[in-house]
């Protein structure tokens, strides 16, 4: 989850009200949703004061008075300050941490990746393979294998040189745990800052928006897929035919599973507002 300013409050879906404030303000920031569902994970990005952040929190969404209040606690330190990096769940208690960048440093983008178990999190993170390519920007997520249990870890585009602009890349990265990350079939396009978000049965990842080139915003909306064949498994992107109404990047969408609409919520020079698409059959 991206903001494109230091803002730390949280907020709901059909409300323009605040329903709970984070810790601390968080720009370039990673979150993923924990605990079946009942809170969200922040981690990572800079602050006010434009320096990287190495803590974490976790906001918890209870409902007193029929109204939805957040509550958030700090939580695991990173394994070192970071910004626009990824944190996806593998499974219900593996989470990854991998790729981004030190804001504002003269250091490297960051090849490193991480996983933690949720379930002991007092032992902290254990140093996982590196990614092939140094990433920041990047489109991330976890998806099942249709046919079989497995799960892979996807590191999809992004920027690959820091600066003004930097380089854009299609590249993408596949990790199944316990091996190295390898190279994948690459996006129709360069592609950074877009939104990603798996369905709800967590067999396809939904890309959307972001930029192509530093200069220009996508409206295409791209899914990946794995299915299980003889050799493992093959897994490839889809171009779809319908695309987002406004241009966004450093977007956040997501799927509400009783509407089966995939909703995209935009930031770009000037906010746009919220758009939903139907995929229930495409």
């Known amino acids: 989850?991206?903001?494109?300013?230091s803002g730390s409050q949280c907020y709901r879906l059909g409300s323009s009200m605040p329903?709970?404030?984070?810790?601390?303000?968080?720009?370039?920031?990673?979150?993923?949703?924990i605990r079946n569902g009942t809170a969200l994970w922040m981690a990572g990005g800079y602050n006010f004061q434009w320096e990287d952040q190495d803590t974490s929190e976790i906001i918890e969404v209870s409902n007193e008075k029929q109204s939805l209040l957040a509550?958030?606690?700090?939580?695991?330190?990173?394994?070192r300050p970071m910004s626009y990096h990824c944190l996806e769940m593998i499974d219900d208690k593996l989470a990854i941490l991998f790729g981004g960048e030190e804001f504002g440093h003269s250091s490297p983008i960051i090849r490193d990746s991480w996983i933690m178990d949720l379930d002991s999190p007092s032992f902290g993170w254990t140093l996982s393979p590196s990614?092939?390519?140094?990433?920041?920007?990047?489109?991330?997520g976890s998806v099942i294998v249709i046919g079989s249990d497995q799960r892979v870890v996807i590191a999809a585009g992004g920027r690959v040189s820091s600066g003004q602009g930097g380089q854009f890349t299609n590249s993408v990265e596949l990790l199944v745990v316990g091996l190295d990350w390898e190279l994948g079939p690459i996006l129709p396009m360069t592609l950074a800052m877009a939104a990603s978000s798996t369905t709800s049965d967590k067999t396809r990842l939904f890309v959307s928006g972001g930029l192509s080139a530093i200069t220009e915003e996508s409206l295409a909306v791209l899914s990946f897929s794995c299915q299980q064949s003889d050799g493992g498994f093959d897994c490839a992107w889809t171009k779809h035919d319908f695309e987002l109404m406004k241009r966004r990047e450093y977007g956040v969408s997501f799927i509400v599973t009783s509407l089966n609409d995939l909703i995209f919520e935009g930031a770009s020079t000037i906010a746009h507002p919220i758009s939903m698409i139907n995929v229930s059959s495409k």
């Open 1 to 5: 989850m991206y903001s494109r300013d």
């Open 131 to 140: 990614l092939n390519i140094a990433r920041k920007d990047h489109m991330g």
């Open 19 to 33: 329903v709970g404030t984070l810790l601390t303000g968080r720009v370039a920031s990673a979150g993923v949703v």
């Open 71 to 79: 509550e958030s606690t700090e939580f695991v330190k990173l394994p």
